[in-house]
């Protein structure tokens, strides 16, 4: 009986560890601080832009934190703060930090906390000087759909109200440490509840009004029951993220709004 | 407003911009020439939202230095770049008859850009026309004042070959350069004028339909945003640069 049992638990950690190893597809070969998100499909919030496959990819654990950000500035005099191009950064660039390469106060940020107050822009240049790049929306939303336990979130009744619940929550600072973030399913930390964060493509985001005036997108954004045609009603915290990306400009300089790095696998190491 | 409060009131923002969003159409131009010396930014709000109304409201200017009003004398072509100026950009593009180059080349000249797509078959044509309309407008004689120029967004599709068949089929006659570039450069130009664009299942792109009158350093002077919005504004934009 007790033998049975144990062998019953046995088997089960067994699937319990195979799930895990294959799934959340961890490999010996991410490159140091990234995890690699296995190939999938990314169910865009609008229905009518169709499903698309993801390639497996590499994605930082964690969002870029300022004592990170500031190594770059260090090295890149054009991205210090009285340096950085009006075109490339508004008045709010780093504002948190107390100047060029001071960080800022405990009770403003923390080092180890997300860096934010940057440009699409700066994000980008950062992560090219990381040979890397920002991720995409497709694979930001993708790897962002796990939930702790699964790679489906909406699998997980809790998830979406875990998102909300921060999302209704005023953002506080300073912005906590990245690494106190949970690590979801993949491995990663803070794509949820820490910082909204810029992709690679946030200007595909809502093209209306001026938009073609038979690509039907105004339509299906927002007017009337505005999630006509989305795909999960529920994903509310979705619908906030394409409302935000789509009034971002590339060069704002928000304090909520950080960045994380992705990498293709066939790029390669610096 | 504190920063904590920043937040509640971009999520406010949101929420008052969506419904705005419930009337789109709204066409707009956008008017960026502020007086010389005027302060970058001063037309943002001294506590700016994250949130920027893009439709139904006066949008937020793409370029934080607007271009002086007043035309100026063309720079020597090695002269350090006006900090406002796109040409600050770093990318390769290649040009209809395959020379690659760098947008700097286009420095030294009033310019009239649009981003199109050359197998657009409803709005693009409609902007290629609205920009024929502006050189139609130039002052007699000055033809060639004003280049125009075309960036293709389809980085998969619109080689050279396709550009050159395209300006033949439009009937493109005097300064017209079309470029072509790679993916992240697109993005990157775009992101840079405010013009947002994505490719659709069909393959096709929806997109904003936008015009942008760039002075002879590459400085945004004005940008003509809808396809049915009056050209004046663009046209005394050229002109006025033009010192004509």
């Known amino acids: 009986m007790i033998r049975s049992g144990f062998r019953t638990?046995?088997?089960?950690?067994?699937?319990?560890?195979?799930?895990?190893?294959?799934?959340?597809?961890?490999?010996?070969?991410?490159?140091?601080?990234?995890?690699?998100?296995?190939?999938?499909?990314?169910?865009?919030?609008?229905?009518?832009?169709?499903?698309?496959?993801?390639?497996?990819?590499?994605?930082?654990?964690?969002?870029?934190?300022?004592?990170?950000?500031?190594?770059?500035?260090?090295?890149?005099?054009?991205?210090?703060?009285?340096?950085?191009?009006?075109?490339?950064?508004?008045?709010?660039?780093?504002?948190?930090?107390?100047?060029?390469?001071?960080?800022?106060?405990?009770?403003?940020?923390?080092?180890?906390?997300?860096?934010?107050?940057?440009?699409w822009f700066a994000a980008s240049a950062y992560a090219r000087w990381r040979g890397k790049r920002l991720p995409t929306t497709a694979e930001?939303?993708?790897?962002?759909?796990?939930?702790?336990?699964?790679?489906?979130?909406?699998?997980?009744?809790?998830?979406?109200?875990?998102?909300?619940?921060?999302?209704?929550?005023?953002?506080?600072?300073?912005?906590p440490a990245v690494s106190s973030a949970p690590r979801d399913f993949h491995g990663v930390r803070g794509l949820h509840g820490l910082v909204w964060e810029w992709v690679e493509d946030f200007n595909t985001a809502l093209v209306t009004g001026e938009s073609r005036a038979d690509a039907g997108l105004e339509r299906n954004?927002?007017?009337?029951?505005?999630?006509?045609?989305?795909?999960?009603?529920?994903?509310?915290?979705?619908?906030?993220?394409?409302?935000?990306?789509?009034?971002?400009?590339?060069?704002?300089?928000?304090?909520?709004?950080?960045f994380r790095c992705a990498r293709s696998l066939t790029e390669k190491t610096p | 407003m504190k920063k904590e409060s920043r937040r509640m009131f971009a999520l406010l923002a949101m929420c008052a911009w969506i419904t705005c969003t419930a009337f789109p159409g709204v066409a707009q131009t956008q008017e960026l020439v502020a007086p010389a010396g005027a302060k970058p930014h001063a037309t943002l709000p001294s506590d700016r939202a994250p949130i920027a109304p893009s439709i139904g409201a006066p949008i937020a200017p793409v370029v934080a230095a607007p271009a002086a009003a007043k035309p100026h004398a063309t720079l020597p072509a090695d002269a350090p770049l006006d900090p406002a100026s796109v040409y600050q950009l770093e990318s390769r593009w290649t040009r209809a008859d395959g020379t690659k180059v760098a947008l700097s080349s286009l420095r030294g000249k009033v310019r009239v850009l649009a981003l199109f797509y050359s197998s657009c078959e409803f709005?693009?044509?409609?902007?290629?026309?609205?920009?024929?309309?502006?050189?139609?407008?130039?002052?007699?004689?000055?033809?060639?004042?004003?280049?125009?120029?075309?960036?293709?967004?389809?980085?998969?599709?619109?080689?050279?070959?396709?550009?050159?068949?395209?300006?033949?089929?439009?009937?493109?006659?005097?300064?017209?350069?079309?470029?072509?570039?790679?993916?992240?450069?697109?993005?990157?130009?775009?992101?840079?004028?405010g013009f947002r664009y994505r490719q659709e299942q069909d393959g096709g792109f929806a997109h904003s339909n936008m015009?942008?009158?760039?002075?002879?350093?590459?400085r945004v002077s004005h940008q003509s945003i809808g396809l049915d919005t009056d050209l004046a504004d663009a046209i005394a934009a050229v002109r006025r640069l033009l010192g004509t």
């Open chain 1, 9 to 119: 638990f046995r088997s089960a950690l067994l699937v319990a560890v195979t799930i895990a190893t294959t799934a959340t597809a961890r490999d010996d070969s991410s490159p140091p601080g990234m995890v690699r998100i296995a190939a999938g499909v990314y169910e865009p919030l609008y229905k009518n832009e169709g499903e698309r496959p993801v390639a497996s990819f590499f994605l930082d654990q964690t969002p870029v934190t300022n004592a990170e950000f500031l190594e770059f500035v260090r090295a890149n005099p054009r991205w210090r703060r009285s340096q950085a191009l009006a075109l490339f950064t508004d008045a709010h660039y780093l504002e948190q930090w107390r100047g060029d390469l001071e960080l800022g106060d405990a009770d403003t940020m923390l080092p180890d906390g997300p860096v934010t107050n940057v440009s």
């Open chain 2, 123 to 193: 709005a693009c044509p409609i902007v290629v026309g609205r920009m024929k309309a502006i050189q139609e407008a130039l002052p007699e004689g000055r033809a060639d004042a004003a280049g125009f120029v075309l960036v293709s967004m389809d980085v998969a599709k619109d080689d050279p070959a396709r550009l050159t068949d395209y300006a033949r089929r439009m009937d493109l006659k005097g300064d017209w350069t079309l470029l072509s570039g790679n993916d992240g450069d697109v993005r990157e130009l775009a992101a840079l004028l």
């Open chain 2, 211 to 218: 015009i942008t009158v760039l002075d002879s350093e590459g």
């Open chain 1, 221 to 258: 954004l927002f007017c009337g029951g505005g999630a006509a045609g989305a795909s999960d009603f529920r994903d509310y915290a979705a619908f906030m993220r394409y409302a935000f990306r789509s009034s971002l400009d590339a060069k704002y300089a928000v304090p909520n709004l950080g």
């Open chain 1, 140 to 175: 930001w939303e993708m790897a962002a759909a796990a939930s702790v336990t699964s790679a489906r979130g909406k699998d997980d009744p809790e998830h979406y109200e875990r998102i909300l619940a921060w999302y209704a929550k005023p953002t506080h600072f300073p912005l």
